[in-house]
């Protein structure tokens, strides 16, 4: 993810010093050096999550009981192309899933699902903000005023 920032912000976890902070509250923890901002992404909204499920062709199964291989989980439900099993996102934003070592469903998948889920959440955010946003190519450029 890119930001249109002209400066460096070591101290972005301060409100007032960083405009971008409530992108970061909506996508999970991030650490910013210069212009690039790792996150550790947290699936906390659901909605999102069924939009960025949506985008890569999969389907929303919804909140409720889900059977997996071996045992059933509760939460947020959906599946992905190629995938045996549904995969489950949890209460604490972690996703529960039987891949089988990758014979039932690829982890790179989990890692687009991923991409997907934080540019969109960051997008949206940009946009409650008022601010431009652009992607292309899987990179998402924000631009604030």
Request: glycine share 10%.
């Amino acid at each position: 993810m890119k930001f249109d920032c002209d400066r460096t912000c070591p101290l972005h976890e301060l409100v007032d010093r960083c405009r971008f902070n409530a992108i970061f509250a909506k996508l999970g923890p991030g650490v910013v050096t210069s212009h690039t901002t790792t996150i550790k992404a947290e699936f906390k909204d659901t909605d999102r999550l069924a939009s960025a499920v949506l985008a890569m062709g999969g389907t929303v199964l919804g909140q409720g009981a889900h059977k997996l291989y071996s045992e059933t989980k509760t939460g947020f439900g959906f599946t992905l192309p190629g995938w045996s099993y549904p995969i489950v996102c949890e209460t604490n934003g972690s996703l529960a899933f039987d891949n089988f070592q990758e014979r039932w469903g690829k982890s790179s998948d989990l890692e687009r699902l991923k991409a997907e889920y934080v540019i969109g959440t960051a997008e949206s955010a940009a946009i409650a903000n008022g601010w431009t946003c652009q992607r292309q190519d899987g990179v998402l450029t924000i631009f604030h005023p």
